[in-house]
């Protein structure tokens, strides 16, 4: 059971698109992850009046037992981190000084980083297997939303900033940098700072700063 967060619910993705998608997954031979459940808890944990910061991922991770429904993150117990979150984890080292080696962003989201994955499922051991099931309509939906308000967008790579046209017009901050994967991550986002530039922002708008150790 893969229950709709009650306060996107209204978003017209739910209504349009994921009858199908749902219908799609409980066809899926293979197994699926995150564990239905998880699959909207970015959504869960960060709703639209507090989300303040936005860090788009591509899809869950394929590996059993690591993703738990946010980008980026991996459940609490998993020792060998995914190289993509050890580069993001190197980078607010050297940021901020920082030193994390616990997986587990829940902390960021329940503060107001919405980490949102552009597909939501992915079958096990197949990365972007299920990049056309039509899970990008909600990415786009969610984005709309949230940016009606001045928010911090995060976009590594490519398939995140080709999102960047479905924000609206305000006074947000963009980050664009290359993926943190170990494929792309010297090519622009070691050194780009994001963590303390997020902060910078905030803290110029009176907010409260991401405790991005938590």
Partial sequence: MTPVPAPWADLPFFTEDWPRIRA??????????????QRFAALELTPPDRARVVILGQDPYPTPGHAHGLAFSVEPDV????????????????DLEISRTNGDLRGWARQGVLLLNTSLSVPEGAPDGHAGLGWDRLAR?????????????????RK???LANHITTGDHLILKTAHPSPLSARRGFFGSRPFSAVNRWLAGRGEPE?????
């Fill in 24 to 37: 799609a997954l409980e066809a899926e031979t293979r197994p699926v992850l995150p564990p239905a459940p």
């Fill in 79 to 94: 020792a060998a981190l995914p190289r993509s979150l050890v580069n993001i984890f190197r980078e607010l080292r050297d």
């Fill in 141 to 157: 939906q969610v984005i709309d939303r949230v940016s009606a308000r001045p928010t911090a967008f995060v976009l590594w790579g």
């Fill in 160 to 162: 995140a900033q080709a």
């Fill in 210 to 214: 991401i405790d991005w150790s938590a």
